[in-house]
């Protein structure tokens, strides 16, 4: 088997096209020009018959060439055949990105919930961990009685409501109850009025 160089001769007019001469070149049998139009479903790129076919069983290479013109689809869909792995790699970053930041505001509302809840907290300042404080019953006062809140503060069992004091009236009043108390009077009446 020998290969040598395509000529004119090892090509022959392709269906639907003619040559009007027997040297001349082949056109489309209906006397239209040929249609480029890509077809309805294309898949990345499409073939357009020049109107010759080598001829079968011939094995030129090179030379004269009138194989089917290769174009490319017009559209997305060539942007997505040939770019499907961009596309792919650009939709997973794009997921790990949102699950990156769902995940890092649930666990910052993690830790605050848990930290809220932690004994010994040093977010907590000193003041607020007065407002943590439970007594067990009205009118008993906390060992630190001099430096809580609570010792400016008298309760009324007729009111529910706790009223402020001053501490000197409230050293005046204790004077008056014992007093009272060696004169023979219980004194606690005195001290909550």
């Known amino acids: ?4 160089t395509c000529t004119e001769d090892d090509w022959e007019c392709d269906a639907g096209f003619v040559r009007k001469t027997e040297d001349g070149p082949c056109v489309r049998a209906d006397g239209k020009q040929i249609d480029y139009t890509p077809p309805v479903v294309c898949d990345n790129e499409y073939e357009v018959s020049q109107g010759y076919r080598r001829i079968a069983g011939d094995t030129c290479y090179g030379g004269v060439d009138h194989s ?6 017009p559209g997305f ?8 792995t961009l596309l792919i790699a650009l939709l997973v970053i794009i997921f790990v990105l949102v699950s990156v930041i769902v995940n ?7 830790k605050e919930a848990v930290g809220g809840l932690l004994a010994g907290s040093t977010s907590r300042s000193a003041k607020s961990d007065r ?3 439970k007594y067990g019953s009205l009118g008993k006062a906390p060992e630190s009685a001099e430096e809580d809140h609570f010792s400016q503060v008298v309760f009324d069992d007729e009111e529910s409501q706790a009223e402020k004091i001053d501490e000197e009236k409230v050293a005046a009043k204790e004077l008056k109850a014992k007093a009272a108390k060696k004169s023979g009077g219980s004194g606690q009446s005195d001290l909550l009025n």
Do not use: F, G, H
Request: glycine share 0%; net charge positive; proline share 4%.
């Open 104 to 110: 890092a505001r649930w666990i910052a509302s993690v």
């Open 68 to 73: 089917p013109l290769r174009l490319q689809c």
């Open 77 to 84: 869909k060539v942007l997505a055949k040939t770019n499907k």
């Open 1 to 4: 088997m020998e290969y040598c």
């Open 131 to 133: 407002d943590y404080i």
